[in-house]
């Protein structure tokens, strides 16, 4: 892998987190994100794709972090640069991707739609986006994707249940954990 992909993609992602969030974290994140996917992908055709749909991504994790929203013109940018571009490339795979948001979508509206404070909309609606991204890779990175963020937050969850702490839990930060991990396995 050219050092230079991976240092301009880290440019990037730093400064744009420089302009939405001014917070050292967000630049670091938004740095490291974007150099772990010019790291992994090369110059793949999709790699300025993935780079762009970093800005409205740091952006809902931000939010769902500090106020657990994930709004709905975020969810719409994040699939408008990930999803529209795939399919365009890859149209051969428009079905599977398809399959896989229709099928995340439903579990998840179900699992939400249960009683208790459980997933949120923006949750399902931002898993949903993520399938359909992670379904033009394959079912592999879809299951990666889609496990990896309940790993996250399970331990976090009990720990929180054991300290006897009811607050709420923002899943959207560990959904675009897992969408990049299995972006960047598949």
Do not use: Q
């Not at 106020?67 to 079905?95: K, N, Q, S």
């Not at 398809?98 to 179900?110: H, M, N, P, R, S």
């Not at 949120?120 to 379904?135: E, P, S």
């Not at 299951?143 to 399970?154: C, E």
């Amino acid at each position: 892998m050219p050092v230079p992909i991976v240092i301009l993609a880290a440019v990037f992602g730093g400064s744009m987190a420089v302009l939405l969030a001014r917070t050292p974290y967000a630049v670091l994140a938004g740095a490291a994100v974007c150099a772990l996917l010019a790291r992994a992908l090369g110059p793949a055709p999709m790699l300025p794709f993935y780079l762009l749909a970093t800005i409205p991504g740091l952006l809902l994790a931000l939010i769902d972090l500090r106020c657990l929203r994930l709004p709905d013109r975020l969810v719409a940018a994040f699939a408008i640069v990930t999803v529209l571009p795939l399919a365009i490339m890859r149209p051969e795979r428009i079905g599977l991707a398809l399959v896989a948001g229709g099928v995340v979508l439903t579990t998840y509206l179900g699992i939400a739609l249960l009683p208790g404070r459980g997933l949120g909309l923006g949750d399902v609606k931002l898993a949903a986006v993520i399938a359909t991204m992670l379904g033009f890779a394959g079912w592999p990175a879809v299951l990666v994707g889609l496990v990896v963020p309940h790993l996250i937050n399970g331990p976090i969850a009990l720990v929180m249940l054991l300290a006897r702490r009811g607050r709420p839990l923002p899943f959207g930060p560990a959904l675009l954990i897992g969408a990049l991990i299995g972006i960047t396995t598949a």
